[in-house]
């Protein structure tokens, strides 16, 4: 039985390691360091989680559970395309002001030589993935692209997109801020479609 108690050390070691991985990387990651963060026993790192590992797992889903939650609200208020690179844009200025980024970077990279990350890495992104289907949805209900694209494909175009530009931002911030511009441009001009050019597209598409 899970007490209040064991809830609140786990919630700590969690806290811990995300910081952990913030200021020092994944690398650095060890029981030792993370119960000092959390002022707590070594030993109940692994009472609660059984590894470092799992630890660490735990506190990646947690990290992107929590950031996702954050946008809860803009995601389900989205109605254009336009406002899906907005939020795209603004995702991901202050994802990478709180580190998050750095967070999603480490695991991915763990995750081309360790499955056990690999399995984690994906649940991450399926969160995000998940709330962009959700406004996918909404966005190709009468539009010319409906009938050859699904949510699901979208939604894992955008994210995938997403994800390759935050990871090469760091060395390619100008390119990386030219991606954004031309999406936002791309995505004003399919906001734009008036009825005929849509019968147009949705011809052509089939």
Excluded: N
């Amino acid at each position: 039985m899970t007490t209040p108690k064991s809830q609140e050390t786990k919630r700590r070691l969690v806290h811990a390691t995300i910081e952990a991985m913030r200021v020092d990387g994944i690398a650095k990651v060890s029981a030792r360091t993370v119960a000092e963060r959390a002022g707590l026993a070594q030993g109940l790192v692994f009472y609660h989680f059984g590894s470092v590992a799992e630890l660490i797992g735990a506190a990646c889903l947690a990290a992107t559970q929590e950031r996702v939650d954050r946008y809860a609200t803009q995601f389900d208020t989205v109605d254009s395309f336009s406002g899906l690179v907005d939020l795209a844009a603004r995702v991901r200025r202050e994802e990478r002001e709180a580190g998050s980024v750095a967070i999603l970077g480490q695991a991915l990279a763990a995750a081309q030589t360790d499955p056990a990350m690999a399995e984690v890495s994906r649940a991450a992104l399926d969160l995000w993935t998940e709330r962009v289907r959700e406004v996918a949805q909404r966005l190709l209900v009468g539009s010319p692209f409906g009938e050859l694209v699904s949510a699901g494909e979208l939604a894992d175009l955008v994210s995938s997109s997403f994800i390759g530009i935050e990871l090469t931002a760091p060395v390619r911030a100008a390119e990386s801020d030219g991606a954004l511009a031309t999406l936002s441009s791309l995505a004003s001009t399919l906001d734009g479609l008036g009825p005929v050019a849509r019968r147009a597209i949705r011809a052509a598409l089939r």
